[in-house]
Antibody, heavy 121, light 103 residues
Framework: EVQLVQSGAEVKKPGESLKISCKGS????????IGWVRQMPGKGLEWMII????????RYGPSFEGQVTISVDKSISTAYLQWSSLKASDTAIYYC??????????????WGQGTQVTVSS | DIQMTQSPSTLSASVGDRVTITCRAS??????LAWYQQKPGKAPNLLIY???SLQSGVPSRFSGSRSGTEFTLTISSLQPDDFGTYYC?????FGGGTKVEIK
């Protein structure tokens, strides 16, 4: 059974750094792109960033390049999303999700449970 | 980047109704258009990929089609479990969402 399990909720102050995780299981981790989607309170889905765990090829969504960093640790089938300096506007639920196919462009067929990130002074 | 414009933003329909949601791309795109359903407090669920392919486990009352740059999700006979917000997606862009309510 394919599963993506995300790390728990975080409460941070503006300016702090943060790294959240997404552990895949039930499939060959390096065979499928894995991405992150933001959902701000009461708002729609925003496509942020995606990585090919096999070769670390990265693609960005509109407005997210330079704002976040994505990485993977293939040895533990885990993807990460990282901020160097959080802002209050980063408050949102962040979902990781697996690309349905082996190349960029496939939609997301399995999703993590979401990680709530709250940034407040 | 491609902009995806969904309509309507909300709709209310009765059980058994045929429901149509539209997603228009800002310029000509491939068939790499997907549809998701999201229920409150839950992660999205993939319904349709490559414009008209039904994701495994999704009821056959859901279907997708295309005419030029306009993509359509159709629910042939709305069921009580079909409430939620529906999103289209193409490459690195989601549409704004359509909230479906059951009358």
């Amino acid at each position: 059974e394919v599963q993506l399990v995300q790390s728990g909720a975080e409460v941070k102050k503006p300016g702090e750094s943060l790294k959240i995780s997404c552990k895949g299981s039930g499939y060959r981790f390096t065979n499928y792109w894995i991405g992150w989607v933001r959902q701000m309170p009461g708002k729609g889905l925003e496509w942020m960033i995606i990585i090919d765990p096999g070769d670390s090829d990265i693609r960005y969504g509109p407005s997210f390049e330079g704002q976040v960093t994505i990485s993977v640790d293939k040895s533990i089938s885990t993807a990460y999303l990282q901020w160097s300096s959080l802002k209050a506007s980063d408050t949102a639920i962040y979902y990781c999700a697996r690309g349905r196919g082996p190349s960029y462009g496939w939609p997301f067929d399995f999703w993590g449970q979401g990680t709530q990130v709250t940034v407040s002074s | 980047d491609i902009q995806m414009t969904q309509s309507p933003s909300t709709l209310s329909a009765s059980v058994g109704d045929r429901v149509t949601i539209t997603c228009r791309a800002s310029h000509s795109i491939s068939d790499w258009l997907a549809w998701y359903q999201q229920k409150p407090g839950k992660a999205p669920n993939l319904l349709i990929y490559k414009t008209s392919s039904l994701q495994s486990g999704v009821p056959s009352r859901f279907s997708g089609s295309r005419s030029g740059t306009e993509f359509t999700l159709t629910i042939s006979s709305l069921q009580p479990d079909d409430f939620g917000t529906y999103y289209c997606q193409q490459y690195n862009s989601f549409g704004g969402g359509t909230k479906v309510e059951i009358k």
